[in-house]
């Protein structure tokens, strides 16, 4: 399983963003994708996730302004950003996991998402 990051770039606050991320490979029914960030000085954190099954969760700086989605048919999997501020500033990188067999967790390169006036 591969998987290809794109979509991030540099925006304004209050601006949007959207991320991509392409799944590649067998086995990826019966699995978790999510969306970490990294900024900075700071540990990796969860951003996002959906289920196969399509359930959310959503970190408490994620609620309200992003929305994470996926595309079984294509295999895709998608971060709409809204109302972005200095703090989303960080180094994006989409995740997935599979906890029956073939267990496995991969992740994919990371996106850069600038937010600065």
């Known amino acids: 399983v591969q998987l290809q990051a794109s979509g991030g770039g540099s925006v304004q606050p209050g601006g949007s963003l959207t991320l991509s991320c392409s799944a590649s490979?067998?086995?990826?029914?019966?699995?978790?994708m999510g969306w970490y960030r990294q900024a900075p000085g700071k540990e990796r954190e969860l951003v996002a996730s959906v289920t196969s099954g399509g359930i959310t969760d959503y970190a408490d700086p994620a609620k309200g302004r992003f929305t994470i989605s996926r595309d079984n048919r294509v295999n895709t999997l998608s971060l709409l950003m809204n109302n972005l501020t200095p703090e989303d500033t960080a180094v994006y990188y989409c995740?997935?996991?599979?906890?029956?067999?073939?267990?496995?967790?991969?992740w994919g390169q990371g996106t850069l998402v600038t937010v600065s006036s």
């Open positions: 490979g067998s086995g990826l029914g019966a699995t978790v």
């Open positions: 995740r997935i996991q599979r906890r029956v067999t073939p267990v496995y967790s991969i």
